[in-house]
């Protein structure tokens, strides 16, 4: 069997926003914010949101055929992907009442819904079976990682020592 390969975006957007604001509505437009961004971040910031852009419209013309050699490794590390970006981002819809998420997977990852997410894009990829998928994919983590600097720089300014602490003891991907 032959179907689209973005029907396999959807349950992503589907937990990005029906989940979160089921969850909690207050928890969307604090998914939305990017931090204040400094020098490369900036760049980052494109090339993040270009290869998205690049992935979701490449899904729309790839197809997954479940007959293929790697779907089977694909389904699995896409529903692992589903599953750890679902809690990751219900536990991101409940922060401590300061807004420090440091329940769930926040206690395992300082950022535990991009590595779902990549996760998930990862599984899109194999499920497709499409080496291009990779190198936007590749750059697409890249990207985040400076994202990421930006917003601990960010949660370090928000709250203090705190955050100082949690950084200490939680790593910031796995």
């Known amino acids: 069997m ?28 604090r998914a939305a914010l990017f931090a204040p961004l400094e020098g490369k971040e900036k760049i980052a910031y494109w090339i ?3 290869t998205t852009l690049l992935i979701v419209v490449a899904l729309v013309f790839l197809k997954i055929r479940t007959d293929s050699d790697g779907f089977l490794i694909g389904a699995a590390v896409y529903g692992l992907g589903l599953v750890l970006y679902g809690k990751a981002t219900a536990d991101f819809a409940q922060p401590k009442t300061n807004g420090i998420n440091v329940s ?3 206690r395992i990852s300082r950022n535990p ?8 894009l990862l599984g899109c990829a194999l499920l497709s079976g499409s080496w291009i998928l990779f190198a936007p994919l590749a750059l697409f983590q890249i990207a985040s990682h400076w994202i990421i ?3 601990e720089r960010w949660c370090i300014r928000e709250f203090g020592e705190e955050y100082v602490r949690y950084m200490r003891k939680v790593r910031r991907y796995i």
């Open 149 to 151: 600097l930006s917003e």
């Open 48 to 50: 993040y949101q270009i």
């Open 104 to 106: 769930g997977l926040y």
């Open 2 to 29: 032959e179907m689209s390969a973005f029907i396999a975006f959807i349950p992503i957007l589907l937990i990005r926003f029906v989940l979160l604001g089921v969850v909690n509505k207050a928890a969307l437009p």
């Open 113 to 120: 819904m991009y590595v779902a997410y990549f996760i998930c």
